[in-house]
T-cell receptor, first 115, second 115 residues
Framework: EPEVTQTPSHQVTQMGQEVILRCVPI?????FYWYRQILGQKVEFLVS????????KSEIFDDQFSVERPDGSNFTLKIRSTKLEDSAMYFC?????????????FGQGTRLTVV | DQQVKQNSPSLSVQEGRISILNCDYT??????FLWYKKYPAEGPTFLIS?????DKNEDGRFTVFLNKSAKHLSLHIVPSQPGDSAVYFC??????????????FGKGTLLTVNP
């Protein structure tokens, strides 16, 4: 069964450093998303991406965040200068473009720890 | 601003019995609702969904009921199995069919099914 894969599974970084979280969405999906879940809190929407541009972003997704689809398979989330409060599980998701009522498929997540 | 609420943080049931997980929403624009199951250290896994044009959707042991007037949905699991033990997230979206598909999640309910 096709799945969304994310790397690395765990990333530890120092405050102020840049991190790139990587995702390989399900092939032939065209809608891509990043969500995050701070420990003990709910899953929160960060950004949606379609046709090589951001279609919507949340208040969390400030200038420190960026997304990119550098090639035909990867979808990345970059945090330029990490803060302690960026520590969370980051989930990538993708969705089939063909039908309106379809679910988003999530990857297993990257645990980001900022120290 | 909790647009999707899961008021029960946890639920414990006996194997073979029915599990009922509840979810309330406040945004009347939501028209597509999903339930995801999440195990520790994994990403959310899609379980079942329902469009606002329906009031019930069934898939095997899982049934989702939607009461639009009450802005309430519930997930029934019958019979419950120990492998169902996980965190269950209710999610909602305004399903325009395009790229503006942002899932708003509840905080989740931890279901424990005891053998």
């Amino acid at each position: 069964e096709p799945e969304v894969t994310q790397t690395p599974s765990h990333q530890v970084t120092q405050m102020g450093q840049e991190v790139i979280l990587r995702c390989v969405p399900i092939s032939n999906h065209l809608y891509f998303y990043w969500y995050r879940q701070i420990l003990g809190q709910k899953v929160e929407f960060l950004v949606s991406f379609y046709n090589n541009e951001i279609s919507e972003k949340s208040e969390i997704f400030d200038d420190q965040f960026s997304v990119e689809r550098p090639d035909g398979s990867n979808f990345t989330l970059k945090i330029r200068s990490t803060k302690l409060e960026d520590s969370a599980m980051y989930f990538c998701a993708s969705r089939d473009h063909k039908a309106p009522n379809t679910e988003a498929f999530f990857g297993q997540g990257t645990r980001l720890t900022v120290v | 601003d909790q647009q999707v609420k899961q008021n029960s943080p946890s639920l414990s049931v006996q194997e073979g019995r029915i599990s009922i997980l509840n979810c309330d929403y406040t945004n009347s624009m939501f028209d597509y609702f999903l339930w995801y199951k999440k195990y520790p250290a994994e990403g959310p896994t899609f379980l079942i969904s329902i469009s606002s044009i329906k009031d019930k959707n069934e898939d095997g042991r899982f049934t989702v009921f939607l009461n639009k007037s009450a802005k309430h949905l519930s997930l029934h699991i019958v019979p419950s199995q120990p492998g169902d033990s996980a965190v269950y997230f209710c999610a909602a979206t305004i399903n325009s069919g395009g790229s503006n598909y942002k899932l708003t999640f509840g905080k989740g309910t931890l279901l424990t099914v005891n053998p």
